[in-house]
C-alpha cells in the first residue's frame, strides 16, 4: 500500500515538475507596440512562478468576448504584441490594446480575414499592468 501511494505522489511530482525541466516547452514574449519588436518581457517554463505568470498573461485572452466593432476603430498603435508558444504548436499572437478600463485585442496568423474579430478581455486593464510590470 505504501509502495502505491509512495508511486502515485511519484508520479504527481514529475507531472507538476514537467514544465521545469523542459523550460523551452512553453515560452511566452511581450513585445511593445507592433511592428517595434522590442522584447518587454520572455518567460519560460523553467520555474513554477514564471508558469503562473504565463498562464495568467493566457487567461487574458481565454477570458474574453468578442466584441461587436469595426476593425477599423481599433487603435492604430496598439500598446503591445503578446506571443505565446507551447512545444509542437504553433504561436499564437495577439495584438493588445489597453483601452482605458478594457483590454481589446485581435489574433494576427493566417487564418484571420483581411478584418479580424476583436475580443474584450475580461481582465481589467489595471489588472493587465500589474501582470507587466511584476517583477
Same mark, same amino acid.
Given at each position: 500500500?505504501?509502495?502505491?501511494?509512495?508511486?502515485?505522489?511519484?508520479?504527481?511530482?514529475?507531472?507538476l515538475?514537467? @514544465?521545469?525541466?523542459?523550460?523551452?516547452?512553453?515560452?511566452?514574449?511581450? =513585445?511593445?507596440?507592433y @511592428?517595434?519588436?522590442?522584447?518587454l518581457?520572455?518567460?519560460?517554463?523553467?520555474?513554477?512562478?514564471?508558469?503562473?505568470r504565463?498562464?495568467?498573461?493566457?487567461?487574458?485572452?481565454?477570458?474574453?468576448q468578442?466584441?461587436?466593432?469595426?476593425?477599423?476603430?481599433?487603435? =492604430?498603435?496598439?500598446?503591445?504584441?503578446?506571443?505565446l508558444?507551447?512545444?509542437g504548436?504553433?504561436?499564437?499572437?495577439?495584438? *493588445?490594446?489597453?483601452? @482605458?478600463?478594457?483590454?481589446?485585442?485581435? =489574433? &494576427?496568423g493566417?487564418? *484571420?480575414?483581411?478584418?479580424p474579430?476583436? =475580443?474584450?478581455?475580461?481582465? &481589467?486593464?489595471?489588472?493587465?499592468?500589474k501582470? *507587466?510590470?511584476?517583477?
Amino acid at each position: 500500500m505504501k509502495k502505491a501511494i509512495s508511486l502515485a505522489l511519484a508520479a504527481l511530482l514529475c507531472a507538476l515538475c514537467a @514544465g521545469c525541466t523542459q523550460p523551452d516547452s512553453q515560452t511566452l514574449d511581450l =513585445y511593445q507596440g507592433y @511592428g517595434n519588436f522590442l522584447k518587454l518581457i520572455h518567460l519560460n517554463a523553467s520555474s513554477a512562478e514564471k508558469q503562473e505568470r504565463m498562464d495568467a498573461f493566457a487567461q487574458v485572452l481565454e477570458d474574453s468576448q468578442p466584441l461587436d466593432k469595426e476593425f477599423s476603430l481599433f487603435a =492604430y498603435y496598439p500598446d503591445y504584441c503578446l506571443e505565446l508558444k507551447k512545444a509542437g504548436e504553433a504561436a499564437c499572437v495577439a495584438i *493588445v490594446d489597453v483601452n @482605458g478600463d478594457y483590454i481589446d485585442f485581435y =489574433y &494576427t496568423g493566417e487564418d *484571420v480575414a483581411a478584418d479580424p474579430q476583436l =475580443y474584450r478581455s475580461h481582465v &481589467t486593464a489595471d489588472q493587465f499592468r500589474k501582470l *507587466v510590470h511584476q517583477s
